[in-house]
Structure formats: C-alpha cells, structure tokens
C-alpha cells in the first residue's frame, strides 16, 4: 500500500478526511481485486480438484485440510481447525422414479436426509396437491400412496430468496406430513426460479419421532410437469420409486480457522467467512465455494494492501451448514463459554454474483448510522447501494442469539440466477464469473476495512 494510505488508515481523522481516506482505500481494494485477485484461481482448485463435499465425507475432510494449508500461506498469526461431529447421510447409488405405464423416466434426487426405498423399489400411485394442509381433506385416500406437492415457484418474485422460502417448509415437514396419513413416499417439486429445464434441487428434510420415517425425493420441475399430466390423463397412473440413500454418522470433522490479531484491540474480534460444505451433486461453487474462497480473498486483499487491522479479524469456514449446522452450532458454544468478544460478523452464501449490498442485523441507529454513512461509499462508484436491517446468514444466524450485541452482515450478491443453480448438478465452476466474483471480493474487503476502522463510531 502507499506510505499515505497507511497513515489515513492508521491514524485519527476528522470525518471529512475520514470520507476521503475511505475512498483512496476502497479504489485501492477494487482495483487490488479485480486486477490481481485470487478468489477465482482458489475457487477452481476447490471445484475441479475437490468437488462437491458434503459434511461427514472424504471430500468435505479434504476440503478442510486444504483450506487449512491455503490460510497457512498467509500472514495470519494462527490457523487451527475446530472438531465439529457431524451426521452423515449418503445418497448411494443413483435414484430412479419411473411413470409405470409409459416408462417415462423422471429427474428426481433423493432429498438430504431421506432414508431410502425397500429393497427392489417401491411403486404405487401418486396423489398429487399444492400445499401439505391438503392432506388433511384427503384423510384415508393418502394411505397407500406416494404424495407429490407440486407447488409452483412464484416467478413475479425478484427477491428470489423469498420465493425460496414461501416453500421451504414442504419441502422439510413433508415427509412426516404425509407419513401421519398414511402415504409411502414424498415427491417434492423442486424448488427452482428456472422454470423450463429438468435439474432437479436437492436440499434438507427432516422426521419427526414416532412418524414412520418415509423415502423423500425432489423432482425436477419438468419432470414434474410430465407427471402432472400423466396423472390428469390417468389419475391411477402408478410411478416405481428407488432410492438408496441414509445415515451414516457420526463423523469428526472440522471447522477451519485463522485470525490475524488487531493491533489495538485484539480481544475484539471481527469474524468472517461461510459454509465450506456442500450438497452432493454439482461442486458447490455457488454455494458456498464463493463464499469460502471470497472472503478468503477479501482479507487477503487487505493483508496485500499492507492494511493492519486493529481489531483480530477471524476467518471461519463452517462445516455441515447444509445438513444440520452443527459448525456453527459449535463455534457458537465455544465462542460463548470462551466469552469472546465478537463485535461483528460478515457472512458470505448466497453465491458468487456481482455484488449488491449487505443486510444488516444492528439496532435501527446503527443501521441508519451504516446508510448515511458507508452507503454513499459503495453506491455511486461501485454499483452496490443494498444497505438495510435484515437477517444475517444461517450460520452467523446460529449462534447470534448467543451474541445479541454483535453487528451482523449477510453478503447480498445480484439474486436472479442463484436459485437456477442451487442445490444441482448445475452448481459448478463454470457458473461463476471472474470478474463479478472479484467485484464481491472487493466489497467485502471494503466492508472489511470499514468496519475495522470505524465501527467503535456505530450508535450503541
Ligand atoms: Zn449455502
């Protein structure tokens, strides 16, 4: 970094130069990443040479080792990892769902979680509805049948994570829904903003103690098309499901960890990072390599800038956000009976898209205070002008009830394409752009440095 930008970094400024610093510094960062940036070169080895890693597996344990040496090449002052137990579920053999009749094959993924199908398969007919509180009119008809919730994704939606959401319950109370009334198996359109191709998402599911415990598959939103009209031709229509998946846990696995200690306050701490876990099918690039490799990148940036923070900055990778949470759940405990003192987390996994902005879980002050203040920074020159109270991510969310007081920011990237990919085989390093990436690096890093130097400014 130039002699001037460290000593407007470094020393007390009134807040006109304070702007003006923050300017030179952020041109500084932007340019850093997305001239020489690295989180696009990480991302490639994490996808191509790892591969999709589910927690529990050989690959997720591999992706912690390698992590671990990555950050070791960095000028951190230490990096460990953290036992983590988690649960691991396994697909096994690929999954079939065949319309008997015409043996039309259907694009289906057994759902994470799901137990599988008796030995040989099972078949039956289907009962097709929206919503899972239409069993309850169907009573005794459900006995005996496989269910199909075939709910279409709200498309007039731009906050495709709320589309998301609106039906992210059928999709985990299923199974146990509609094994109370008797049904087989669960067959779950996918949830999906990509309405026209025949990928189908996978994602959790859960049981409930004392329900039967029933096979659960998503079905891609094509195929779920087909079956529709098989069954308006032939509601009898019958379809052979066969699934192979369930638990093998438990596994010790590993959290991976390093901090840069703050010059000034080194008990403070500023924790960074996301899931390097992922679902099974694709790479995971998306979700989460991006987010792992990018906020990897976006300290790295600063550490190359020269910029010493005075706060400890904390990278975390968490294991098993996908299946059970159980990284963050630990890092949770640990960090609270260690009475740590964590002022403010960034959370990057909603993907690798240009960057528009960060939620924000702080009092209604501080978030008003973040808008006048570090907003106009972003918003002109860069493109990214998202700045409001929100909820931090699922991992940062864990353990947040824990630390009431920290300052939370979730990592909001453009969403129109996330959940096309999402969860699929279509999730791979293809799928990311380098240069949109390297902008989300850059506001990250910007995010980064700002916090460091002014957060002891935020309205308490
Ligand atoms: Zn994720």
Known sequence: MHKILVALATFGLTSGAFAQADTTMMREIYRQSLTKGEAY????????????????????????????SLMKTLPFDRVYLQDVTVPYWDRGAPEKAIITENSDTLQVLALGGSVGTPQGGLEAEVLEIEYLSELQNHGEDVHGKIVFVNKPWDESLVETGMAYGLNTAQRSRGPAAVAKFGGVAYLFRSLSSSTRDDFPHTGGTRYVAGIDSIPAMAISVVSAERLHTALQQNPKAKVHLEQHSGWKGPVQTHNVIAERR????????????????SWDVGEGAHDNGTGTMGTLDAIRTLMKLGYKPKHTIRLVFYMNEENGVHGA????????????KIIAAIESDAGGFAPRGFDIKASRESVDWIQATWKPLFEQQYWVSRFLAGSPGVDSGIWAEQFPNTVMFNFRPDPHRYFDLHHTDKDVFEAVDRRELQSGVAAIASLLYLIDSQIDQLPK
Request: hydrophobic fraction near 30%.
């Open 329 to 340: 759940t630990r890092y949770g405990e640990l960090a609270a009976k260690n009475k740590e």
């Open 41 to 68: 070169d990480d991302l490639r080895y994490l996808t191509k040479e790892i591969g999709h890693r589910i927690a529990g597996s050989d690959r997720a344990e591999k992706a912690v080792k390698w992590s671990e």
């Open 262 to 277: 703050g010059t000034e306050k080194p008990d403070e701490i500023i924790t960074i990072g996301g899931h390097i876990d």
